[in-house]
């Protein structure tokens, strides 16, 4: 089977006949892998080819942010690039835009033959509507706009919505996605960031008017959150959002009490990163206990975000090799 075939198999719970895929949807940081350069790992590769290294199924990234690289920087991380409508006017010319969509398309054909072949994986990334107001409002200033700028949020998730469905409109004729995931990141560790109403109004409506357009291509429609997302399950289905990923461990989350109680919800990650320093007995114990999951169907096992610096070459080489042995495990 090809890397492709395998992953759209499991997202769509049926059987594969050698493995379930082995995938490293967020890969590494730039810390692990100049650790990594030291122990051994070639320099210089391509994200590609550092994956084929390691004899993972290649999946490459499309970025539809509707943010243009040329947009000002803020002065520093969750800073405001916007305070209020007339700031985002001024901003407008750097959003949306024409070369936005062109530099996807170029991407979209750059992959196309390889994708054709089912020699790579490709998901696509697109502004979710919590994610997208808090890049322009900064994080502090994002939530107080809840209140303070309504009818600026649903304004600019409306203006979203409409580029996001013209990516799809001119993207998934060249080339269809394997999935698509929308950055949010709206939960800790404690839970969401807002509350179902606040979801429910400045969320579900944009969501609901995205997600046909992507459907009628049969593409899985994911959430990229951090935190636990658990409790906002219901909340995503509602809105027509299918699966969640990484389902960080360290954040509490279970994702057998997930298939448990969703059995039909799609999960990418849940892999917990924090064991891949400690050695084979403690990776082995943690395949273990996701191994039901991985029988399951409709998920895609995968280290719950990406791997950190304090895991070695030598580790990460007996994680894949573990990934291997319990991804055709799990396929039997």
């Given at each position: 089977?090809?890397?492709?075939?395998?992953?759209?198999k499991?997202?769509?719970?049926?059987?594969?006949?050698?493995?379930?895929?082995?995938?490293?949807?967020a890969?590494?940081?730039?810390?692990?892998?100049?650790?990594?350069?030291?122990?051994?790992?070639?320099?210089?590769?391509?994200?590609?080819?550092?994956?084929?290294?390691?004899?993972?199924?290649?999946?490459?990234?499309?970025?539809?942010?509707?943010?243009?690289?040329?947009?000002?920087?803020?002065?520093?991380?969750?800073?405001?690039?916007?305070?209020?409508?007339?700031?985002?006017?001024?901003?407008?010319?750097?959003?949306?835009?024409?070369?936005?969509?062109?530099?996807?398309?170029?991407?979209?054909?750059?992959?196309?033959?390889?994708?054709?072949?089912?020699?790579?994986?490709?998901?696509?990334?697109?502004?979710?509507?919590?994610?997208?107001?808090?890049?322009?409002?900064g994080?502090?200033?994002?939530?107080?706009?809840?209140?303070?700028?309504?009818?600026?949020?649903?304004?600019?998730?409306?203006?979203?919505?409409?580029?996001?469905?013209?990516?799809?409109?001119?993207?998934?004729?060249?080339?269809?996605?394997?999935?698509?995931?929308?950055?949010?990141?709206?939960?800790?560790?404690?839970?969401?960031m807002?509350?179902?109403?606040?979801?429910?109004?400045?969320?579900?409506?944009?969501?609901?008017?995205?997600?046909?357009h992507?459907?009628?291509?049969?593409?899985?429609?994911?959430?990229?959150?951090?935190?636990?997302?658990?409790?906002?399950?219901?909340?995503?289905?509602?809105?027509?959002?299918?699966?969640?990923?990484?389902?960080?461990?360290?954040?509490?989350?279970?994702?057998?009490?997930?298939?448990?109680?969703?059995?039909?919800?799609?999960?990418?990650?849940?892999?917990?990163?924090?064991?891949?320093?400690k050695?084979?007995?403690?990776?082995?114990?943690?395949?273990?206990?996701?191994?039901?999951?991985?029988?399951?169907?409709?998920?895609?096992?995968?280290?719950d975000?990406?791997?950190?610096?304090?895991?070695?070459?030598?580790?990460?080489?007996?994680?894949?090799?573990?990934?291997?042995?319990?991804?055709?495990?799990?396929?039997?």
């Amino acid at each position: 089977m090809t890397s492709r075939e395998r992953f759209l198999k499991v997202l769509n719970f049926e059987r594969v006949s050698d493995r379930l895929p082995m995938v490293e949807w967020a890969a590494w940081w730039d810390k692990t892998i100049e650790r990594w350069n030291k122990e051994g790992f070639p320099a210089g590769l391509s994200l590609e080819e550092s994956q084929r290294y390691f004899n993972l199924d290649p999946m490459l990234l499309i970025s539809g942010s509707a943010i243009s690289p040329e947009l000002p920087r803020p002065d520093g991380h969750g800073a405001p690039i916007i305070k209020n409508e007339e700031d985002y006017e001024e901003i407008k010319r750097y959003l949306y835009t024409d070369s936005i969509i062109d530099n996807l398309k170029t991407a979209a054909l750059e992959l196309k033959e390889k994708h054709d072949r089912g020699e790579i994986i490709v998901r696509l990334w697109l502004d979710g509507y919590f994610w997208f107001p808090r890049i322009l409002f900064g994080i502090e200033g994002h939530f107080y706009a809840f209140y303070d700028h309504p009818g600026l949020m649903h304004r600019m998730n409306s203006d979203l919505t409409e580029f996001n469905i013209r990516v799809v409109e001119e993207l998934f004729p060249i080339l269809v996605p394997d999935m698509v995931g929308f950055a949010e990141d709206m939960s800790y560790n404690h839970g969401p960031m807002l509350s179902y109403k606040m979801f429910n109004e400045f969320l579900t409506p944009y969501y609901q008017r995205i997600v046909p357009h992507i459907k009628k291509f049969k593409v899985k429609v994911l959430i990229d959150s951090d935190g636990d997302i658990t409790s906002m399950i219901p909340w995503m289905n509602e809105a027509g959002i299918e699966g969640v990923y990484p389902l960080e461990r360290q954040a509490g989350v279970d994702i057998l009490s997930i298939r448990r109680k969703y059995p039909d919800f799609l999960m990418m990650g849940g892999y917990d990163k924090m064991v891949m320093s400690k050695g084979e007995k403690e990776m082995r114990a943690e395949f273990d206990r996701i191994l039901p999951v991985m029988r399951s169907g409709g998920y895609i096992p995968s280290v719950d975000h990406q791997t950190p610096p304090e895991v070695s070459l030598d580790n990460y080489k007996i994680y894949i090799k573990l990934f291997r042995e319990y991804a055709e495990k799990a396929a039997e």
